[in-house]
């Protein structure tokens, strides 16, 4: 997401966002949001960090942690646990809703996107007479050995 209209539109969503909540627009928040929206994967704050390093800013470890945690706040991150102590986070503003398979044995995360996840969420609101804003759903996996015995 290096397109400079989109960042456009998610810089607005975040001014608007710290602006009603009396929060400073600092150029460093700008910087990071800028980057965490180049980022393809799922990512963790110590290789975010690392990066933001390679690339010469000098951002410290505390002003990436309160920006993310505003970034979540605003909708433009989301976080994601994967079992393990760690948090991963991805932007989410202009992605398609998704959900997650965990390979556990290599770590590697899968998304994919299966609309009876929808229908789920239909039926439970339905049933319920709630709203529903938000899910999580992660599957944990091994890759299955191939069957190689029956050849
Ligand atoms: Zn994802």
């Known amino acids: 997401m290096t397109d400079q209209n989109d960042f456009e539109i998610v810089a607005s969503v975040f001014t608007q966002f710290l602006e009603s909540n009396k929060h400073r627009k600092t150029p ?9 929206y180049k980022q393809k994967d799922h990512f963790d704050i110590d290789t975010l960090f690392a990066y933001m390093n390679s690339k ?13 945690e505003l970034l979540l706040e605003s909708g433009l991150v989301r976080r994601h646990q994967f079992g393990q102590n760690q948090a991963y986070f991805e932007k989410s503003y202009f992605d398609k809703q998704h959900d997650h398979l965990i390979i556990e044995d290599t770590g590697e995360v899968i998304e994919f996107c299966d609309p009876r996840v929808q229908l789920i969420k239909k039926t439970i609101e339905d049933v ?15 890759k299955k050995e191939p069957d190689d015995k029956k050849s």
């Open 128 to 142: 319920f007479k709630v709203s529903i804003h938000k899910h999580s759903l992660v599957f944990y996996g091994t």
């Open 28 to 36: 460093e928040r700008y910087t990071i949001l800028k980057e965490i």
């Open 56 to 68: 010469n800013y000098r951002v410290s470890k505390a002003t990436l942690y309160n920006t993310i």
